[in-house]
C-alpha cells in the first residue's frame, strides 16, 4: 500500500458534497475484528445519507484487504467509504488517527466507531436524532459488554449513571461518563472543541476532549438504549494509558473546574487516596484544604496529617476530624464499592458543596 494513494482518496473525500452521517473508524492491526465491525455499519437502519471514513495507521496485518472487501459492498449499499492511512513502521496513535478520519470525511454529523466494536443496527438513527436535538452536545449511549462478564462494575456504571450524574461524575477514575466508543456529535461542536490530542501512546486523547468540551459548555447525553457491543482485550488502546497518567488530568481539571468556586474544602478520606490526592494539588490548592474528614477511629485519634515531603517550614499539619464535625464543602477521595454509595454522595462541581473524586477498581 502506498501513503500517496491514501492522500488522493483523502482529498475525493473532502471534495464530495457534505452527506449527513460520517462514521469515523481509526484502524490498527484489526484483523480479528474488523469483519464483524464493519457488517454492523452496513447493517444500519438510518435512512439519510451516511458515509464511512476509514483512516488506517500503519496496520501490519490483514485489515487493509478487509476494508478493500467490505468497501464494494457498502458502496454497493449506498455508504460512501473514504480510504486514508499510511504505512510508516510505526502507528501515530489513536488521537491522530481520529483527527485523520474526521478531516478527510464530509458528514455534518460524526459517529465514533472502535474497530474492535460492534453498532446495533439503530445506533445511528437514534444517536443522529438526539444529536439534532442537542448540537452541542456528546451524545453516547449504553453498552452490551464482550466477553460478558468482563469489567462489570464498571458496565453498571456506564449504563445506569442518571442524567444530572453524567456531569457529577466526571472526578472519578472511571473517564468519560459517555464513555469514547459510543460518541457521537455534530461536526460543527467537535471543530468548536477539538481537535483530538496527538500524544499517541499513552495519552488520554478521549479524557483531554471530553475535559475541553465541558469547558467550552458543552453537555452530554445517552441515548438509553443498548446500541454498542463493546469489546474488552488485552490489546485494547485503552490500557496503554497509565493510571497516574489518568490521575494528573483529573486532579488539574478538579483544580480547575471546582476548586476555584471555593475558598476552603475537606478532604473526606484520611487514608491512602484522600492523603495521595493533597499531595496531588498544585500548593495553592493545598492552602485551601482546612482538614481531612473519616470513620476510621484511629486516624481520627492521631489528630493531623503532616506532610513529611514539604519543603514549608514548619511541615503543614492538617486536622483529621470525625467527619459529624467536618465542615463542607468537601472532596469525597473514596474507593467505591458500589455504584449505589456514589450516588448518595455526589453533588453538583460547580459552585456547590459536594464532589467526588473516587477511585474505583475494574474501570475500563
Known sequence: MQASGYTAAAALGQARAPVQVSVILPVHDAEPWLDECLGSVLQQDFEGSMELSIFNDASKDKSMSIIEKWKEKLEGSGILVVIGGHDSPSPRGVGYSKNQAIAQSSGSYLCFLDSDDVMMPQRVRLQHAAAVRHPTSIIGCQVRREPPNSTERYTRWINHLAPDQLLTQVFTSNGPTVIMPTWFCSRAWFSHVGPFDEGGRGVPEDLLFFHEHLRKGGGLVRVDQ????????????????????????????????????????????????????????????????????????????????CYEDSQERPKPRVPVLHFRAAQPPFVICVKLVSVRLGHVWLGQPQGQEVVCCVHQEAAG
Open 226 to 305: 443498548s446500541l454498542l457491543l463493546y469489546r474488552y482485550h488485552p490489546g485494547a488502546a485503552t490500557h496503554s494509558v497509565l493510571e497516574t497518567t489518568i490521575w494528573t488530568h483529573r486532579v488539574r481539571f478538579l483544580e480547575e473546574w471546582a476548586l476555584p468556586h471555593w475558598a476552603t474544602f475537606t478532604i473526606w478520606n484520611a487514608g491512602r487516596q484522600g492523603r495521595r490526592l493533597y499531595r496531588s494539588l498544585t500548593a495553592g490548592s493545598r492552602c485551601k484544604v482546612v482538614a481531612f474528614c473519616d470513620v476510621d477511629e484511629n486516624k481520627i485519634k492521631k489528630g493531623f496529617y
